[in-house]
Nanobody, 120 residues
Framework: VQLQAFGGGLVQAGGSLRLSCAAS????????MGWYRQAAGKQRELVAT????????NIADSVKGRFTIFRDNAKNTVYLQMDSLKPEDTAVYYC??????????????WGQGTLVTVSS
């Protein structure tokens, strides 16, 4: 199983970016998927999570009203739409997914991270 995150980059404050994270491999089922971020010198923090049915289970107060998480189960992909970006959103963004493989093994997988830099 692999999780690959895409979409990071440099954007000016007030701008938008969309991150995507695709799961591939011997997947039987994907349960919750989510996005976390880690700014330099800080601990990793939750941004948002979403169930297999599309319900948003968690979203950080700092991004409410600006970020949206959604997924496409047919593509095994989770997205993070980030609008009205602020310099304090600068971080490496990581996706994760709770996956049951064809071997019936269930594991939480992490993507490699994608850097988002918001300039003021």
């Amino acid at each position: 199983v692999q999780l690959q995150a895409f979409g990071g980059g440099l954007v000016q404050a007030g701008g938008s970016l969309r991150l995507s994270c695709a799961a591939s491999g011997s997947i039987y089922s994907i349960y919750d998927m989510g996005w976390y971020r880690q700014a330099a010198g800080k601990q990793r923090e939750l941004v948002a999570t979403i169930t297999s049915g599309g319900s948003i289970t968690n979203i950080a107060d700092s991004v409410k009203g600006r970020f949206t998480i959604f997924r496409d189960n047919a593509k095994n992909t989770v997205y993070l739409q980030m609008d009205s970006l602020k310099p304090e959103d600068t971080a490496v963004y990581y996706c994760n997914a709770d996956i049951t493989q064809l071997t019936w093994r269930r594991t939480l997988w992490w993507g490699q991270g994608t850097l988002v830099t918001v300039s003021s």
